[in-house]
């Protein structure tokens, strides 16, 4: 397990995303018709490739792909401090801030979980990190990391060092908002980064 931070979770946020600076607990109370909320980011490194975590083998949804993410908790100080924490847990890297939120129609996905039936509703947002250098996988959910460009999301392939290594995301909404974050990543990335 990733170690969990020795100081309190800091980032910024663009305001835009104020509506998520509540607690879970709250927006929940604003929205009965969910049991939850799911939280997922997209980090970019320098070349603007998108970095996507495989899910262990002995886990739901064994071996497929998916952005860094999971349940926002009660304990959370706001939704927006989910995405940072679950970020850090399963890639030990630190959100500096929360840019935008990116999914197709207004922003959010609606499922069923599996196990017990809980409608959660998710929200994605992208996010920029003190550094992309150094990933670390939490093994009990994640085995592997890899850096993809929206041609090699296109093609479930990348190639590295001569080697083909194909990938299969967990839904085929995880890559329409992979998709959807690549076209609003154009279209918002800032000057000189």
């Not at 999301?153 to 990348?158: A, I, L, S, T, W």
């Amino acid at each position: 397990m990733v170690p969990q931070p020795k100081t309190p979770i800091s980032f910024t946020a663009s305001p835009s995303l104020a509506p998520f600076a509540i607690t879970v607990e709250e927006y929940l109370t604003q929205h009965p018709e969910y049991d939850g909320l799911a939280g997922g980011a997209m980090v970019f490194d320098r070349e603007d490739r998108l970095l996507i975590v495989q899910r262990a083998a002995h886990d739901s949804m064994p071996n497929l792909w998916e952005i860094s993410g999971g349940a926002c908790d009660s304990t959370d100080e706001s939704i927006l401090h989910g995405i940072a924490r679950e970020v850090f847990e399963e890639t030990g890297l630190r959100v500096k801030e929360l840019r935008h939120l990116v999914g197709p129609g207004d922003g959010h996905v609606v499922f069923k979980t599996g196990r017990k039936g809980l409608i959660i509703c998710k929200f994605t947002f992208e996010v920029e990190v003190e550094s992309t250098e150094a990933v670390t996988m939490d093994p009990d959910e994640h085995q592997n990391y890899l850096w993809i460009t929206e041609e090699e999301c296109r093609e479930y392939q990348v190639e590295r060092e001569g080697k083909v290594a194909k990938f299969q995301f967990t839904t085929p909404e995880q890559q329409a908002t992979v998709l959807e974050g690549f076209r609003l990543r154009k279209e918002t990335k800032p000057v000189g980064r």
